[in-house]
Structure formats: structure tokens, C-alpha cells
């Protein structure tokens, strides 16, 4: 009998040998080619799940996307809500070698997406899906005349600590005392415990 081939699992296997292949190398250095090299594929096999590179790109940076988002659903949303979103916040940050290599792929992608709609659009998508959800919850909190400044606050604080310690890893410590004081900031004397939607 022939085999039966997952096209959906052979193209997240794909989507996240190109991620990996940003992580360590850049996006410069992804094209068919290496992805396929990556993946102990040939060029054409490749090719029978992504046309392009651009495709690779997209379906790539839909990946890295969900990742985040499946992280930031295990996280205990009981707790009191500054530790809750202190904890949401690191599932985000290059603080291991798997959330290093998606930061750094994250960032090669926000940098193509200044020149490219489809990347953008998908960036858009995921910041409004985060941010809908974190209003949403914070308005269960009581914070319903801040709630969705606070959760676009929330992700600026994601992404520039995630930026900052890609580059500073030596900052780590600091950087999580700086997001410490910040979340007092935006959440001053606030310790109950909503509950995110799912």
C-alpha cells in the first residue's frame, strides 16, 4: 500500500526547520534551498507544500504565532493578576534556548514585515488576538476604563524586553527587576485573582 503522507505535518515539519534556520542564521539565509537542506529534503519535495519562499514565510510566521499563544494559555490565569501577567509576559521572553531561537525569529520577522503586507497583516492578527483577550480579562479585573491601553501596554513591554535581552542576554536579571517595577506600574496594589476567557 503507498504510504500516507500528513501534508499539514509535513509543513509545520518545514515551518519549523525555517524558523530554527532564522533563529541560527538569519533570514538572509532562507530560501528553498536551505530549507530543504534543513529538512534532509530536496528542493522539489519542498516545493510540493510551499511554491515560494514568501509562502515558507507566512505559513512560518503563523507557526511562531500559535507557539506563543499555546504558551500564554498554560499559564495560570488564578493567580493574582500582576503574577499572572508577569507570567504571561515570560512565556515571551528569550529566557531558554527554544523561546532565544522564536524571539530571534519573531524579530527577523517584524523587521520583513516593513516591506511585506502579508507578514504584517499576520503580526497585526496575532497582537489583536493577544490584545483582546488581555482586555477582556482585565475588565473582569475591574480595570474597564484602561483595559485594552493597558494590554496594548502590556505587549510594547513584551516585545521591547524580549528585543533587549536578545541582544543584552548579560541583562537578563535587570531586565526582569525593570519588568517587575513596570507591572507595578501599569497594576498598583492590585492582587486578585481574575480569570482569563478561554
Do not use: C, N
Amino acid at each position: 500500500m503507498p504510504k500516507t503522507v500528513d501534508r499539514e505535518e509535513q509543513r509545520r515539519q518545514i515551518g519549523a526547520a525555517l524558523l530554527q534556520l532564522v533563529a541560527e542564521r538569519g533570514l538572509d539565509e532562507v530560501s528553498v534551498r536551505t530549507v530543504a537542506a534543513a529538512t534532509g529534503r530536496s528542493p522539489g519535495a519542498v516545493q510540493k507544500y510551499f511554491r515560494t519562499k514568501d509562502e515558507m514565510l507566512t505559513f512560518a510566521a503563523e507557526l511562531a504565532g500559535e507557539r506563543v499563544e499555546s504558551r500564554m494559555a498554560e499559564v495560570d490565569t488564578t493567580l493574582p493578576l500582576r503574577q499572572a501577567l508577569r507570567d504571561l509576559i515570560l512565556t515571551t521572553l528569550p529566557l531558554d534556548a527554544e523561546r532565544r531561537a522564536e524571539a530571534t525569529a519573531q524579530l527577523a520577522f517584524a523587521v520583513h514585515a516593513a516591506h511585506h503586507p502579508r507578514l504584517a497583516a499576520i503580526r497585526r492578527q496575532v497582537d489583536q488576538d493577544i490584545r483582546e483577550a488581555l482586555a477582556t480579562w482585565l475588565e473582569s479585573a475591574g480595570h474597564e476604563a484602561h483595559a485594552s491601553v493597558v494590554a496594548d501596554a502590556v505587549i510594547a513591554l513584551s516585545d521591547g524586553l524580549a528585543l533587549r535581552m536578545l541582544y543584552s542576554p548579560q541583562e537578563h536579571e535587570h531586565l526582569l527587576r525593570v519588568l517587575d517595577q513596570a507591572l507595578l506600574t501599569l497594576i498598583p496594589g492590585h492582587d486578585t485573582a481574575p480569570h482569563l476567557r478561554e
